[in-house]
């Protein structure tokens, strides 16, 4: 069965410097071989500090970048070299949701002519129509009477109620996959919560399938189903959601759920580890070997020279890192009482 998404070797560099006349003095390699795969109906989170390259590689999904080399396959066609026509089917289909829901809205246009503006473009619906499917867009995203909303504008709205617009911009089109880039991480917790189940009944009833790209681990143990860890522009570790929480088998992955916040400081000094020591390296000039090994607490002299290859484990779960095998050794089992919440 062909996955819904397929990612392979997937390069995003960029120039330093240089212009139209000069070379440029280097390359930030911003994602730098990236394999995913994404299935019908799943939501595969996307974790890492910021500048790991999380939010270059949605983009470069959503052809808002282009990849300077690599394959993006959606639903088996190629989507990287497509036409102009064959572009704008694809994103009938592959939406996103932004982080910021103020800056992604122009300030100048009514919600009607913000959702109308995409119904019209893909032609879902006549322009005659348009206010009926404005209205019930917003019912589906918890913004009723839908036409009390209509002729408003994007300040006169709540943070939380401008990412609702945001996600019914993104579900006018009918899509199968939305890339939803910190689409929380801006919001109250109490905010927080109540977008995220929307973003989960939208799925259930659509079956939409999700990238959900973010640093909170706290969301995505409930979230998601698969989880891929990113670090200096490579995914070094993917697995269930259930299967990495409970023994991460890369030092990074440990790193990040031990940085979580937790409530019970009993919990927390239970769980945690010292934290990360140094800067992380430029993605201009990424270290050789292993990329993590300048601020690894496990590394050897081998992670200095080689670059790990993927070691596989049940349900899976694999690992890009020379110890993956021993991670049991060098870290204790982490449990649901331990876990971020």
């Not at 103020?102 to 503006?117: C, E």
């Not at 929307?198 to 698969?226: K, N, P």
Request: proline content about 8%; charged content about 25%.
């Amino acid at each position: 069965m062909t996955a819904l998404l397929e990612i392979t070797g997937l390069e995003v560099h960029f120039p330093i410097g240089g212009g139209l006349f000069r070379r440029p003095r280097g390359m930030v390699h911003a994602v730098d071989g990236v394999d995913l795969t994404l299935e019908e109906g799943e939501i595969l989170a996307l974790v890492g500090e910021s500048g790991c390259g999380k939010t270059t590689l949605g983009r470069a999904i959503l052809g808002l970048v282009e990849p300077t080399a690599g394959s993006i396959r959606f639903a088996g066609t190629e989507v990287v070299g497509q036409t102009a026509d064959a572009r704008r089917d694809y994103h009938r289909h592959v939406q996103m949701v932004f982080q910021d829901p103020y800056d992604s809205l122009n300030p100048r246009k009514t919600v009607l002519q913000t959702l109308a503006q995409p119904l019209e473009r893909h032609r879902v619906v006549t322009s005659g129509d348009r206010a009926d499917a404005v209205v019930r867009l917003l019912d589906r995203v918890g913004l009723s009477p839908g036409p009390s909303f209509l002729d408003r504008y994007p300040h006169q709205f709540s943070g939380g109620q401008r990412q609702r617009i945001g996600i019914a911009r993104a579900l006018a089109v009918e899509p199968r996959l939305i890339v939803a880039d910190e689409a929380v991480s801006a919001l109250d917790i109490s905010i927080r919560a109540q977008i995220l189940d929307l973003l989960r009944r939208l799925q259930r009833e659509d079956g939409l399938a999700y990238l959900f790209i973010t640093h909170d681990l706290g969301v995505v143990r409930s979230f998601a189903d698969r989880v891929a860890v990113m670090y200096l522009g490579e995914v070094v570790e993917e697995g269930p959601t259930d299967s990495l929480f409970a023994l991460p088998r890369h030092p990074y992955s440990r790193a990040l759920l031990d940085a979580s916040p937790v409530a019970d400081p009993v919990r927390a000094r239970a769980r945690r580890t010292a934290p990360l020591t140094g800067d992380v390296p430029s993605p201009a000039d990424p270290p050789p070997g292993c990329r993590f090994h300048t601020r690894c607490p496990v590394a050897r002299a081998i992670c200095s020279r080689e670059a790990p290859a993927r070691h596989s484990f049940a349900d899976g779960h694999w690992s890009a890192c020379h110890f993956a095998a021993e991670a049991a050794r060098w870290q204790p089992a982490r449990h649901p009482e331990t876990t971020p919440a």
